[in-house]
């Protein structure tokens, strides 16, 4: 394999590992401020006690994450310098910006205020307590707008020109400069998508371990009869500690379900617009169409695997679908991945010059066998959340003294199989994202295309054999910490809410510890 070829592989391994940690964190810190502020408020007591385990519970695995998730994360900038140098070149002086924005802005605050909150526990009055994690959970969300704010330049350039002297993008002001940048339209579409993914990660995560714990419980209730003293405990932790968090973590999900939908809408008609060759290959669409169907399957020869659209062929389709999406009208018309690439060749030129100033054919259509499928990915992984979210509700019915529980094994385990679903599909939403931009690192905008960049002229020019080794090195370290990190999070996922118990003399519960001494 060449130098360019395993330097996409190593980013592309290294991203997709961050970004396991990267929507828990989000979408966890949120859900863990929203349980603090139910336990500060709360009036009655036995729900007090209730949010507050939950919130300890769960904070303790939010801070394995976050931990876990700076470590993964140190790498992903350090590589813009190591395998993409000359994309760092072209592009540093506009990507840099929202980047030291993020670090200094968002990633500052949300690890100052992270510390405060895991060691300002019964030390700091109880509403400025509450205050820290909301500061956490807000310093992600911004983070998260600064890195979008980054690779949304990458996908439409705004706020910059090119300097014909340097032959770098700079930040110009009569372009909107830096504001243009953080308000891109491209940004703001794909911001809330984003957010939303995160908090459906969080709610199918919060739902899964505590749909564990709660049948557990109940059929340890069970065994023990109801009418006992230690069986009716089990029951009430079933029913009045973990069944109102699993409830918690359902609203969550159907909240980011219909973000997502919106969200995802809005975000599909910008990219008819601005990148269209993307989007037809997420369709395979390879000609041009009045009132395209949206493909439910299809499938294709070894060819397909790669780029030819000769090779597939349409299994089940839904009619006037994909024209809907793009316009909201059923008889739009929408180009094809051939006509795009040959009107491509005709407006960028049918060679260009790679890295080491060799001559190379050009081909503008991406991998329609990875976008295609990356795109279905994204979307049918979400339906384990929306079987979850619906049996949930349903065996957790009824109010007060009614209140259910159930001791299904079956609904336990599928509750457990859902939880990495949504982690997958955010995987496969940002491979459909970057593969389908290919082959530019920076497309370039229809009404100002000057600032482009193909990938193969991004890399640096290191040999192939040194690009290999620190793949090779990355994968490994990256395997060690991701066993650690399960391990980690299964250790403080079981572990479960220590029971509350009263003192003898006083008849107060007792105060849970935050656990964190891993």
Known sequence: MEALDLARWQFGITTVYHFIFVPLTIGLSLLVAIMQTRAVFSKDPARKDAWTRMTKFFGSMLIVNFGIGIATGIVQE???????????RFIGDVFGAPLALEGLAAFFVESVFLGLWIFGWGKMPEKIHLLTIWAVALATTGSAYFIVAANSFMQHPVGATLNPETGRAELDPSQGSLLAVLTNVTTLAAFPHVVSGAWLVAGAFLTGVAAWHMVRHHNRARELGFETEEGQEQHLAARDLYRPTVRFGVVAMCVAAVALVISG?????????????KMASAEALCETETGASFSILSVGGPEA???????????????????????????????GVDDLNAQYKDQFGETATDIHGNEVELDYRPN?????????????????????ALWTLWVTRGKGENARTTGSKRFQWFAVLAIPMPFFANAAGWVFTEIGRQPWVVHPNPDDPTIRLMTMQGVSSHPGWMVLTSLVAFTLVYGVLAVLWFGMMRRAALKGVPLATRDPETDELDTPTLSFDY
Request: net charge negative; proline share 1%; charged share 10%.
């Open 78 to 88: 350090f590589q813009f310098g190591m395998n993409w140098s000359e994309y760092s």
């Open 265 to 277: 809408d809005f975000q599909a008609q910008i990219m008819f617009k601005q990148q269209p060759m």
């Open 368 to 388: 329609l066998f990875v976008t295609y499928w990356s795109f279905r990915l994204m979307m049918g992984l979400a339906a384990f959340s929306g079987i979850l």
């Open 305 to 335: 695997f790669a780029q030819d659209c000769e090779d597939v062929t349409h299994l089940i389709e839904v009619l006037y679908v994909t024209s809907f999406l793009a316009t909201h009208t059923f008889d739009a018309t929408l180009q």
